[in-house]
T-cell receptor
Framework: GIQVEQSPPDLILQEGANSTLRCNFSDSVNNLQWFHQNPWGQLINLFYIPSGTKQNGRLSATTVATERYSLLYISSSQTTDSGVYFCAVRSGGSYIPTFGRGTSLIVHP | GAGVSQSPSNKVTEKGKDVELRCDPISGHTALYWYRQSLGQGLEFLIYFQGNSAPDKSGLPSDRFSAERTGGSVSTLTIQRTQQEDSAVYLC???????????????FGAGTRLSVL
């Protein structure tokens, strides 16, 4: 099956800093989502982005499908950005997503 | 409802007991997924329902785990004879599988935290 790798596994930032999270995948995808799991465990949709670029406030994401990676940009980070960021992809005819292991982000005040 | 609802939010049980976890998906969503997340780990797929089709049970870890989805809506995940290694957060997600802008975007519930003593 498709392999999904996220990097870095852990990230510690000072409030106000910018960061880039990466998701590499081993095959072509027809569905890619970025999620934020907050410290209470709730998974929140950030982006549906199988290709192209999207922005939502301080967050933006870019997927380069031909090169099999996606990037999540966080600008002017805030303490509320802390948590784990997951990338999930689907490929071929499968309706079952494959999740990466996540990037754990801690933002200090 | 407005979102995916799971109950109970927390469940403590004794080893060997059976437990039932409930998921109420977003109204109109045709697909429903169960996942398990152990402490500090990623999401482990368990089972997938789509409409009236036979569920994809390929992720269920043992025959102690089963799930059903009644009337294409509410789903129940049952764990029989619970073991300590079953302790985890059980997450449910739903999505609408269709064309256009629906795009099979998954929405997650808040999860059920299961502790087996």
């Amino acid at each position: 099956g498709i392999q999904v790798e996220q990097s870095p596994p852990d990230l510690i930032l000072q409030e106000g800093a910018n960061s880039t999270l990466r998701c590499n995948f081993s095959d072509s995808v027809n569905n890619l989502q970025w999620f934020h799991q907050n410290p209470w465990g709730q998974l929140i949709n950030l982006f549906y982005i199988p290709s192209g670029t999207k922005q939502n406030g301080r967050l933006s994401a870019t997927t380069v499908a031909t090169e099999r990676y996606s990037l999540l940009y966080i600008s002017s980070s805030q303490t509320t950005d802390s948590g784990v960021y997951f990338c999930a992809v689907r490929s071929g005819g499968s309706y079952i997503p494959t999740f990466g292991r996540g990037t754990s982000l801690i933002v200090h005040p | 409802g407005a979102g995916v609802s799971q109950s109970p939010s927390n469940k403590v049980t004794e080893k060997g007991k059976d437990v039932e976890l409930r998921c109420d998906p977003i109204s109109g969503h045709t697909a429903l997924y169960w996942y398990r997340q152990s402490l500090g780990q990623g999401l482990e797929f368990l089972i997938y329902f789509q409409g009236n089709s036979a569920p994809d049970k390929s992720g269920l870890p043992s025959d102690r785990f089963s799930a059903e989805r009644t009337g294409g809506s509410v789903s129940t995940l049952t764990i029989q004879r619970t073991q300590q290694e079953d302790s985890a957060v059980y997450l449910c997600a739903s999505s609408f599988l269709g064309g256009g802008k629906a795009k099979n975007i998954q929405y997650f519930g808040a999860g059920t935290r299961l502790s087996v003593l």
